[in-house]
């Protein structure tokens, strides 16, 4: 589920309805190239964040200094993340070069659904419903090219299955504040942004706190979140989702 400003936009834009097809193809030596990745105002969730701090080989308080900006968002208290642009006049993407992207195959995900946009609602049975909408924008060329798509053949196509998971279960979490009217506390937000984006330091943080301790968690699922960031995340949302509802399907505290 987008924050409010992004429905806004996606409203705005035609929607790609189930079954229908768009032509588009980005490549090398199309005249448009690279001309989609400069002055973003790019979201990054926590896998986006996770792939491209793995991509860098950087520890996560280094990359979010180097490479985000962030602030609190007042409907929900948690922290958003957005990917700091180059200073200059263009503002592009840091990680763009003129032969494409640097880090290609871990571009966040609103990278690879371009030149679509993806929007999410609870479908009442535990998972979501997706809408696609197409941003077309006038400097695009893609749009001419011969290649047809509907928005799961293409999402398949970008690799954007790996990302959908992870963020469509902490959107939901998003949703779930924001239904109950009022912000996490103060506390809760910290908590949230380092069991989220800072995956490395969360680690260290439930070795030095015991948190295993706490929760019935069983050895082969504890070295799993010790060693690999993708588990340590599941992990973390288990974890904010018993703290923030008192209940969550994977994971329960003892005794």
């Known amino acids: 589920m987008p924050n409010d400003e992004t ?26 190239f690279n001309a989609c990745c400069s002055d973003l105002n790019l979201i990054l969730t926590p896998y986006d964040i996770l792939r491209l701090r793995r991509a860098l080989s950087q520890g996560s308080v280094e990359f979010l200094r180097l490479h985000t900006t962030m602030h609190k968002c007042e409907d929900t208290g948690f922290p958003e993340f957005h990917l700091r642009m180059n200073d200059n006049k263009a503002r592009s993407c840091p990680f763009v070069t003129p032969e494409g992207c640097s880090l290609y195959e871990n571009r966040p995900g609103a990278c690879r659904m371009y030149p679509l946009g993806r929007a999410t609602r609870p479908d009442g049975k535990g998972g979501v419903c997706e809408q696609f ?3 077309q924008e006038d400097h695009c060329r893609g749009f001419e090219e011969k290649d047809e798509w509907t928005g799961m053949s293409w999402k398949e196509d970008q690799g954007f299955e790996a990302y959908t998971s992870s963020n469509d279960r902490y959107m939901n979490i998003l949703a779930r504040i924001k239904q109950r009217g009022a912000p996490v506390p103060e506390k809760m937000g910290h908590m949230a942004t380092l069991a989220f984006y800072k995956l490395d330091e969360f680690q260290r943080f439930i070795t ?7 929760f019935d968690v069983d050895e082969a699922r504890q070295k799993a979140i010790l ?20 209940s969550t399907p994977n994971l329960k505290a003892k005794g």
């Open 208 to 214: 030095h706190m015991r948190v295993f301790s706490r």
């Open 133 to 135: 909408f197409i941003v």
């Open 7 to 32: 429905k806004e936009f996606l409203a705005s834009l035609p929607e790609l309805e189930e079954g229908k097809t768009y032509k588009f193809k980005c490549y090398p030596g199309i005249s448009c």
């Open 227 to 246: 060693e690999d960031e993708e588990a340590a995340l599941e992990f973390a949302m288990d974890w904010i989702e018993l703290m923030l509802f008192e």
